[in-house]
């Protein structure tokens, strides 16, 4: 029997006075050690209950997503190309998905601005931006460190700065929306 969980995110801080770039960090490091994004889970997305995404896959894109949205940005209609639907994902019935790490990286997802690839992305990120290799997905948690959704929970470790995740790409909040 598959077990549903249906989650509340521990949004950490709701003052207005804080950015939503700082809102995404703490939200991120709140969640740490919570299984709610683990592989073997199933449950609906929070904002749209037309999603399920199933036991057995990956929800790093989905703790990214859901992180963004309780820090006070929606991403907007999920799996959306430069606003044409997302082709192999409509074949597979799930195009109202959250953006995937392959739309991260190809420079898709609206709201947030590519500040660099590389050593040059590295150098430029701070708490709360957005990296991927196109594979995973991550929150800056600062000093060497991400936050992401792994297997069992989301964690907070070196994922990024190991040196053998092929190459990244860092997004920010682009606060000028």
């Not at 931006?129 to 936050?147: F, L, Q, R, Y």
Request: with cysteine; charged share 30%.
């Amino acid at each position: 029997m598959k077990t549903i969980i249906y989650i509340t995110l521990f949004v950490a801080i709701l003052s207005q006075e804080v950015s939503i770039q700082e809102k995404i960090y703490l939200n991120a490091k709140a969640n740490i050690d919570e299984t709610a994004w683990a592989k073997d889970v199933d449950r609906q997305a929070k904002r749209n209950k037309e999603v399920f995404v199933t036991e057995g896959e990956w929800k790093c894109n989905l703790f990214v997503y859901e992180i963004i949205l309780v820090s006070g940005y929606d991403i907007g209609t999920p799996n959306r190309a430069r606003w044409i639907s997302h082709p192999i994902l409509n074949i597979q019935g799930k195009n109202k998905r959250p953006p995937c790490c392959s739309d991260w990286y190809n420079l898709q997802v609206e709201g947030f601005t590519f500040i660099g690839e590389g050593e040059e992305g590295k150098n430029k990120c701070k708490k709360g931006d957005i990296v991927t290799n196109g594979v995973h997905i991550g929150i800056i948690a600062g000093d060497g460190e991400t936050i992401s959704a792994a297997e069992e929970k989301v964690v907070k470790n070196d994922w990024g700065y190991r040196g053998d995740e092929g190459v990244l790409r860092y997004f920010r909040y682009d606060d000028n929306q």
